[in-house]
């Protein structure tokens, strides 16, 4: 496949508060094989239609056009990316396509529950980073979070990973009171230990349940003080459009993060733009609207056209999400149904 997209329509992704779009986030699938309290309910998803999803043809066709205008990385994420049958050809096929400066950087946030037999193929297939979610290294309280008993198959697709030779691989684990706080330092540990870099993610109003609490909520700071407690952590400067604030751990090399979308919201460095497993386009997480992709692909759209609307949805992005401001809306469709 190659697209044509008019040269007055190539060029950057810029919205009118001057930042340049560089990494699109596709969800694969909205569908999960675990049920995290702080993304899906227990039961009565309301699953996407499966006519719906995207084929692997049209991902292919968007990112190409997105790389037409200054896309460089393509995270793959869900839902769990891993369920989507052909995620390996996914990732194949992305990481053939040429962007500006060298073909698309591919990687992948997962829950490494299919990474064992997956690990392997991804390499090959040339997916270059993997995030892997962790949120705790107790079996009790992983089955409590997940609402699955598969404390042991994570386990084994983070070393499934590591053994493919992944490099940096990132541990994502969302902060939790009452749940998972009195692990930080244990889950440190571990991540250095096993040569990962681990992220703290401060809990965002992005679950179906809608059990969100901001009163409730564990902040960064308190992230940062109870790992003081063990660590000696010193801040690397130069983050970029990272949404994560890295630490040097006892003097490095190995290093941690904290993600504070809440409490210190990184949206005037946001370079992300996000497509949804039924191919809605997001100028943000939080966004109340969405650009119909896959309505304007399926009526025959063209490649300019398609081009022409991710200018549009950049454009309108607002200056920030808003979430610790009063009169904050969560979107309608969960983090599973968006993408993370
Ligand atoms: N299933 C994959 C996984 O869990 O890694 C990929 C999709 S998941 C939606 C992507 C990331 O979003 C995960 O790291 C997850 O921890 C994070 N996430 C989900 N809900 C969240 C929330 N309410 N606040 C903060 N992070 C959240
Ligand atoms: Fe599934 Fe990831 Fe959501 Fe957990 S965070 S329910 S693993 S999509």
């Known amino acids: 496949m190659s697209v044509e997209v008019s040269e007055e329509l190539r060029g950057p992704l810029v919205d009118t508060h001057g930042r340049v779009h560089r990494d699109l986030r596709i969800s694969l699938t909205d569908v999960c094989n675990l049920r995290c309290t702080y993304c899906m309910p227990a039961e009565g998803v309301p699953w996407l239609a499966r006519e719906n999803i995207l084929t692997t043809d049209e991902l292919v066709r968007v990112a190409e056009i997105a790389a037409a205008l200054g896309i460089v990385e393509v995270r793959l994420t869900g839902g769990e990316p891993l369920l989507r049958p052909d995620a390996v050809d996914v990732v194949a096929r992305m990481a053939a396509i040429e962007g500006e400066s060298g073909p698309l950087e591919v990687s992948m946030t997962t829950n490494?529950?299919?990474?064992?037999?997956?690990?392997?193929?991804?390499?090959?297939?040339?997916?270059?980073?993997?995030?892997?979610?962790?949120?705790?290294?107790?079996?009790?309280?992983?089955?409590?979070?997940?609402?699955?008993?598969?404390?042991?198959?994570?386990?084994?697709?983070?070393?499934?990973?590591?053994?493919?030779?992944?490099?940096?691989?990132?541990?994502?684990?969302?902060?939790?009171?009452?749940?998972?706080?009195?692990?930080m330092t244990?889950?440190?540990?571990?991540?250095?230990?096993?040569?990962?870099?681990?992220?703290?993610?401060?809990?965002?109003?992005?679950?179906?349940?809608?059990?969100?609490?901001?009163?409730?909520?564990?902040?960064?700071?308190?992230?940062?003080?109870a790992l003081g407690k063990e660590f000696t952590l010193t801040e690397v400067a130069g983050r970029g459009a990272a949404p994560a604030e890295r630490f040097l751990v006892d003097g490095g090399p190995r290093t941690v993060g904290v993600i504070r979308s809440v409490t210190r919201p990184f949206c005037g460095a946001c370079d992300r733009v996000r497509l949804t497993a039924d191919g809605q386009l997001r100028n943000c997480l939080f966004a109340r609207t969405e650009s119909d992709l896959a309505g304007l692909m399926r009526g025959g759209g063209s490649d300019d056209d398609i081009a022409r609307l991710m200018h549009t949805c950049i454009a309108g992005k607002l200056p920030g999400h808003g979430i610790d401001e009063p009169g904050f809306l969560q979107p309608d469709r969960p983090m599973s149904a968006i993408g993370g």
């Open 186 to 225: 244990a889950l440190l540990h571990f991540a250095v230990e096993k040569g990962l870099e681990l992220r703290f993610i401060e809990q965002m109003p992005l679950d179906a349940g809608h059990i969100w609490s901001r009163p409730e909520m564990v902040t960064g700071e308190e992230i940062l003080d």
């Open 112 to 183: 490494a529950l299919r990474l064992p037999t997956l690990a392997g193929p991804l390499k090959e297939a040339g997916l270059s980073r993997l995030n892997i979610s962790l949120d705790t290294l107790d079996r009790e309280v992983f089955k409590d979070l997940t609402r699955r008993d598969r404390f042991d198959d994570t386990l084994a697709g983070i070393e499934a990973a590591i053994e493919q030779g992944f490099a940096p691989i990132k541990l994502n684990t969302v902060a939790m009171r009452g749940v998972n706080d009195g692990e």
